[in-house]
């Protein structure tokens, strides 16, 4: 299967538009990319505001959203505790098969994790679990402030000891705050201790923005043709 799987420093960070922008700019570019996000808490999979129907949106698929995301709980908490607190139980196999749903309809596959990389996710597992399953490696999203340094770093030395390539960084909000020596230096900073390429920074587009911008913007923004020529994606 190829893709990959987008995580993030924290939650709230940005992971939405990046995974449904970069799939929908690669989409644009004629490579089939697909979009799954197969356990979400805090919204139910048809709410609007919820990070699947805001996947579907981005990336302009028509694929259902029982099938983006096949699980889904209410109450914004971790993705296992909020199933446990449903009295609901999944596992790695049933992550798995969602996936391999959505894959079997496209010939590249962006998948959203939770959170972080070590969210408790499903029954014995965490996010990373899902990344060794799956075989895919990650693209890390991450605050472009103060303090990213240190958790960019944490995050992608935990990746390589559990043996998951990380393919590079993107920095997503810049401008929400004020833009100083910090936010400046970060970028090189990262590549320089974390050893790993920045692919792109996105800057803040506000609390409500259109699909067809996002799009744009991660074109703009992100190094699209190195992502597509690690996976050896062709536009057509």
């Not at 990373?128 to 944490?154: K, S, W």
Request: hydrophobic residues 45%; charged residues 20%; glycine residues 12%.
């Amino acid at each position: 299967m190829n893709g990959l799987l987008v995580t993030g420093t924290d939650t709230g960070i940005g992971k939405t538009i990046v995974a449904g922008g970069l799939a929908g700019a690669l989409r644009e570019r004629g490579i089939d990319a697909g979009v799954c996000k197969p356990l979400q808490s805090g919204h139910l999979t048809v709410d609007p505001e919820g990070d699947a129907a805001r996947l579907q949106a981005l990336a302009g698929v028509d694929d259902p959203l029982d099938l983006i995301c096949p699980y889904s709980f209410e109450e914004p908490l971790a993705p296992l505790v909020a199933m446990r607190r449903a009295g609901v139980s999944l596992t790695l196999r049933e992550i798995e098969a969602a996936y391999r749903t959505i894959a079997d309809r496209h010939s590249f596959v962006i998948v959203e994790g939770a959170g972080g990389l070590a969210v408790p996710y499903a029954e014995n597992s965490l996010v990373a679990d899902v990344a060794v399953r799956l075989r895919l490696p990650l693209l890390l999203v991450a605050r472009p402030n103060l303090g990213t340094v240190n958790h960019t770093i944490l995050t992608v030395e935990y990746a390589r000891q559990r043996g998951i390539e990380v393919i590079g960084v993107i920095l997503s909000g810049l401008g929400s705050g004020p833009i100083g020596v910090a936010e400046e230096t970060n970028p090189g900073l990262i590549e320089e201790w974390a050893r790993v390429p920045v692919l792109g920074t996105v800057p803040w587009l506000g609390e409500r923005f259109e699909a067809s911008a996002v799009r744009r913007t991660i074109a703009e923004c992100v190094q699209l043709e190195t992502i597509m020529s690690r996976f050896q994606l062709k536009a057509i």
